[in-house]
C-alpha cells in the first residue's frame, strides 16, 4: 500500500497569536538565561498558551539560533521572527543583532531547498532580513580580514620580545568566537573544472608541477581569479588561472600585483 506523504506547507500548522509568541520569547530567555529548563518552558507554552509539542519546540529553539547564531530549521512565523529580534536588540543591545540576522539568513538559505517555501514564506523572511540588515551599520567596518590581521602580525613583530612575552603570558588560549555577516559568492563549478584541466598538474604562475595529489589522486592546485570578484571580475575561465599554494598566497599579499589578462 503506498504511503501518503504531506509536504512541509500540506502539514496543519498551529496559529500562533502575538501573545503565544510574546511568552514563547519570554520563556526562551529565561531557558538561555537558565532560570528554567527546556522541559518545563515547553510543558508552559502547551498548559498555559496552547501550543502544540512540536510548535512549542519550534519557537523555542527559535530563540535560541537567534541568540546563538545558530541556524534555524524550523519555520516560526515572520511576525514572531521580527518581535524576537525587535526584543533581542531592545533588552541586549545592538550585539544581539548580528547572531540573530546570522541565524535568520542560515534559515533562508535553508528554506531554499524546499520549492515550496521558495516564493511565499521565504520572500517574507527575505524582505525581514532586508528590513533589519540596515541595523548593522553602526556597528560593522568594512574590512578585508586577512590585511587585518596581518597589520596585527606585523604591530606585534615592530613590538619587544617583553612585551609580546608579557601579552601571551596573559592571552587566554580559548578563542573568542566571532558572528560575521559575509558577502560570499556562489561559484560556477564548470570554471574551476575547466581551469584545472587547462593546467594539467602545471602551476600557470611558476610553471612548477603541482606540489601534491589529494586523495583521489588528482593533482593540487588552487583556482585564482585574476581581477577579484569582489572588485567586478567575472567567474569565467578567461579570468582565472590554477595555482600552486605559494604562488596563490602571493598573488593576494605578494608586492607584485596580478598582471593584466
Same mark, same amino acid.
Given at each position: 500500500m503506498a504511503r501518503l506523504f504531506l509536504s512541509r506547507t500540506?502539514?496543519?500548522?498551529?496559529?500562533?497569536?502575538?501573545?503565544?509568541?510574546?511568552?514563547?520569547?519570554?520563556?526562551?530567555a529565561d531557558v538561555w538565561n537558565l532560570k528554567t529548563t527546556d522541559a518545563k518552558a515547553r510543558r508552559a507554552l502547551q498548559n498555559d498558551f496552547g501550543f502544540k509539542t512540536k510548535t512549542a519546540n519550534a519557537y523555542l529553539r527559535a530563540y535560541d539560533g537567534l541568540r546563538s547564531g545558530r541556524t534555524l530549521k524550523l519555520t516560526p512565523q515572520v511576525e #514572531?521572527?521580527?518581535?524576537?529580534?525587535?526584543?533581542?536588540?531592545? /533588552?541586549?543591545?545592538?550585539?544581539a543583532l548580528l547572531p540573530a540576522l546570522q541565524s535568520l539568513?542560515?534559515?533562508?538559505?535553508?528554506l531554499d531547498s524546499f520549492e515550496s517555501t521558495k516564493l511565499a514564506e521565504n520572500s517574507s523572511l527575505r524582505l525581514l532580513y532586508e528590513e533589519?540588515?540596515?541595523?548593522?551599520?553602526?556597528?560593522?567596518?568594512l574590512s578585508d580580514e586577512d590585511d587585518l590581521f596581518s597589520q596585527q602580525v606585523a604591530?606585534?613583530?615592530?613590538?619587544?620580545?617583553?612585551?609580546?612575552?608579557?601579552r601571551l603570558e596573559q592571552a587566554n588560549?580559548?578563542?573568542? #568566537?566571532?558572528?560575521?555577516?559575509?558577502?560570499?559568492?556562489?561559484? /560556477?563549478p564548470d570554471v574551476v573544472a575547466e581551469v584545472q584541466l587547462r593546467a594539467n598538474g602545471t602551476c600557470e604562475g611558476c610553471r612548477s608541477p603541482a606540489p601534491f595529489e589529494r586523495p583521489d589522486g588528482s593533482l593540487y592546485l588552487?583556482?585564482?581569479?585574476v581581477k577579484r570578484l569582489a572588485d567586478g571580475?567575472?567567474?569565467?575561465?578567461?579570468?582565472?588561472?590554477a595555482l600552486c599554494p605559494n604562488c596563490h598566497r602571493e598573488r593576494h599579499h605578494g608586492r607584485q600585483p596580478d598582471p593584466a589578462l
Open positions: 500540506d502539514m496543519p500548522r498551529t496559529k500562533v497569536t502575538e501573545d503565544m509568541y510574546q511568552a514563547a520569547c519570554r520563556l526562551g #514572531a521572527l521580527r518581535y524576537m529580534i525587535l526584543h533581542l536588540t531592545t /533588552n541586549i543591545g545592538a550585539s539568513s542560515g534559515h533562508i538559505e535553508y533589519l540588515l540596515p541595523g548593522l551599520s553602526p556597528m560593522v567596518k604591530l606585534s613583530i615592530a613590538d619587544t620580545a617583553a612585551k609580546r612575552a608579557n588560549p580559548v578563542p573568542k #568566537a566571532r558572528y560575521l555577516i559575509v558577502k560570499t559568492f556562489r561559484r /560556477n588552487e583556482v585564482h581569479h571580475g567575472h567567474d569565467t575561465v578567461a579570468n582565472a588561472i
